[in-house]
């Protein structure tokens, strides 16, 4: 029987189980190495959690995947997401590496606030974690002295705005070190981009189209074994194209030549290719193109 999986609602609960002292309702950063061992357990959270893990860790779960961790390693955990130890309730874990956790209530009504959907990272699943040299480690740690410094003071005006500040410097370096990460790793992406291929070409050959619609990204991401986020920054760094864009560009590319087979009216095509309504199909051809289907059928 699957454990039920505990609420962490709060930065003060994240800090207790760990027997560490909340400096701010909002927002913490911990030494893990300073934590007491705490429960294996899984958490629905609804506060954003980072793990900075630097030891092999192979029980570890974020959603319903294990991780195991063979370098260090950076997880974003956002409001919504679980995470956590699907072990026997006896069972105790050490904590170790470093934790940032805070609130959303800490970054309502600021720019960091209105920008988080931009951080994709917090919906990537755990075999998309961020594996950072010695060199990067060092950056996050020195990001994460300095939101604990403002912590260690005495509040002020001032205060808030500083460690939103520094959890804005720490996510914008994560953006720069994922991207360093898609070149690292870019004999995989040139794999899974062959393999995306290979993908649209035999659903546009099969039957697919016709009871499932076009193909769209969560569904590549999920053939893939992807998620849909993970998959879309890679293929923009890839090929500069957003995964709808170069799905877009491939049903163009086909349509052209079925277009030729004069067997067929527009319409049928349309359906073919995975369109409910030809109109949609034949607007998508004419921004793409410059012409209709039927202009472009007619001048060649």
């Excluded at 370098?71 to 105790?92: I, R, S």
């Excluded at 590496?97 to 988080?116: Q, Y």
Aim: net charge neutral.
């Amino acid at each position: 029987m699957e454990k039920e999986i505990e609420k962490l609602t709060s930065v003060a609960q994240f800090n207790s189980r760990r027997g560490q002292e909340t400096l701010h309702p909002l927002v913490s950063v911990l030494d893990q190495s300073k934590s007491k061992p705490i429960t294996a357990n899984r958490y629905l959270t609804e506060i954003y959690v980072i793990f900075l893990k630097d030891f092999r860790c192979e029980e570890f779960q974020y959603g319903r995947n294990k991780y195991d961790y063979q370098e260090e390693t950076l997880l974003f955990m956002a409001p919504g997401q679980v995470f956590g130890f699907d072990l026997p309730d006896d069972v105790t874990v050490q904590p170790s590496g470093w934790a940032l956790v805070f609130h959303p209530d800490l970054i309502k009504g600021t720019s960091l606030g209105r920008k988080m959907d931009e951080y994709g990272f917090f919906s990537y699943d755990a075999t998309e974690a961020l594996h950072i040299s010695e060199r990067e480690r060092q950056i996050v740690l020195d990001c994460f002295r300095k939101i604990r410094e403002e912590l260690e003071r005495s509040i002020d005006k001032h205060s808030r705005n500083l460690i939103i500040s520094n959890i804005e410097l720490f996510l914008n370096y994560c953006v720069r070190f994922y991207e360093r990460q898609f070149v690292t790793r870019e004999s995989a992406n040139k794999d899974v981009l062959t393999r995306f291929e290979s993908l649209l070409k035999a659903y546009f050959e099969s039957d697919l189209p016709k009871t499932l619609g076009l193909p769209t990204v969560a569904y590549c991401a999920g053939e893939l074994n992807l998620s849909s986020n993970y998959f879309g920054d890679m293929l923009k760094k890839e090929t500069g194209k957003s995964a709808l864009d170069y799905i877009q560009a491939k049903v163009i590319d086909l349509a052209k030549e079925r277009i030729f087979d004069r067997s067929k009216s527009i319409s049928e095509i349309a359906y073919e290719m995975g369109y409910k309504y030809p109109q949609h199909f034949t607007r998508l051809f004419k921004q793409r193109v410059g012409m209709s289907p039927m202009e472009y059928r007619t001048a060649n």
